[in-house]
């Protein structure tokens, strides 16, 4: 059993910054792929940013590049997104994405608010 555990989020000031981190545990034969999803209230679960454990090659949506950085560590199978320059529009719940095995796996979702 896979689990996809965020942490990190919360309420933040337009232009503060918030560090989201993802722990994967369980059984996993191996993790080809972490990253970050978002959902806004009433829209769609959107793709923010992926890194590929291996290469260590990033995709990340041009909304975000410049204010948003991914990062992994693949001996403690984490990922992270260290957000700076948050906006309003920034707010959503954000989604850890992992794909082990070519199998896609969740975590829970964290809330990220940016409000002042």
């Known amino acids: 059993q896979v689990q996809l555990v965020e942490s990190g989020g919360g309420v933040v000031q337009p232009g503060g910054s918030l560090r989201l981190s993802c722990a994967a545990s369980g059984s996993m034969v191996r993790v080809y792929a972490m990253g970050w999803y978002r959902q806004a209230p009433g829209k769609q679960r959107d793709f923010v940013a992926s890194?590929?454990?291996?290469?260590?090659?990033?995709a990340q949506t041009d909304s975000t590049k410049g204010r948003f950085t991914i990062s992994g560590d693949n001996a403690k199978k984490m990922v992270y997104l260290q957000m700076n320059a948050l906006k309003p529009e920034d707010t959503a719940v954000y989604y850890c994405?992992?794909?082990?095995?070519?199998?896609?796996?969740w975590g829970q979702g964290t809330q990220v608010t940016v409000s002042s």
């Open positions: 890194i590929a454990t291996n290469s260590g090659t990033i």
């Open positions: 994405h992992a794909n082990i095995g070519g199998v896609g796996y």
